[in-house]
């Protein structure tokens, strides 16, 4: 669908899930770095998402949240209106309680029937908290393996948002099979892409918020794809929580958190000027690239 006259689409997409979330060895579930005080917190996550979605609001942008289903019934408990907050986006699953599903960390896999119970548990209390059918899913630590595509297709996912790929002359940011897994199911693939000096970068914010990388970078990234991949759609994604503290827990100054917002705002406020590119949904831009095909 590379059409000269397509303008590159964007989805900015975000991860509810706990503060500073990491898979912990011999457990299934994700805990809150430093993991040693085997908790889940999720005051960075809370604070940071209620910026965001007014962040998002200021600037007329609908986005695609994916929510891990423990995370958005913590938030309701705690008296968040989720539902109403959300109600111009699009709402997702990012599984139940952050599983590493693969065991990659934890060194535990998991069987495709734990995973279909817990993906099953997941989808149907966002459905519950939302009102809403969910169409799409994102993996913790985007990785999925032939288990978990087996349960999407199942539990009637439309598509996936969890691998990886290169933006280049071979993809150009359009939804494929996963044939790889010998699947029905199409993915929105998050970019990779080379920075001025030609080094690998992630679509993720993350690296913005630990000091390694600079927003102007991903707004680069952007004005590059713009020429190379029309018609195909660039992935953002943040997790709310990283305004607030890093990756081990550790709180970020004042400062360095008006300074993280700053950085987000130059961002979203560049993407919404930016000529010949247009801010979509996830679920929207594929319903728009299911009927252009
Ligand atoms: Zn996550």
Redesign the pocket.
Known sequence: MTKIDEPLYIAISL???PDA?SAVKGRHD?LSSPTEHGRVTFEACKRGLQKILELLDIFDINATL?Y?ARTAQMLVTDGVDLPKLSERHEVAC??LK?EDYLGKASGVPMEEVSIEESITKAKDLLEKIFGREMRGF?A???RINQAVVNVLERLEFQYDSSETVALGAKWKGCPFLLEKFNANLLELALPTFLDSKGKKMSSYFWAIFEGQRVSSEYIDAALRAKETAKGGLFIFSI?PWHLYVDCQGKPFDEEQGIKNLENLEYILSRLKQMQGVQIIRQDAYLDHWLLSR
């Open positions: 991860d509810i899930d979330n994700a994916f891990e990012h599984s952050h994102r913790p630590y985007t997790h």
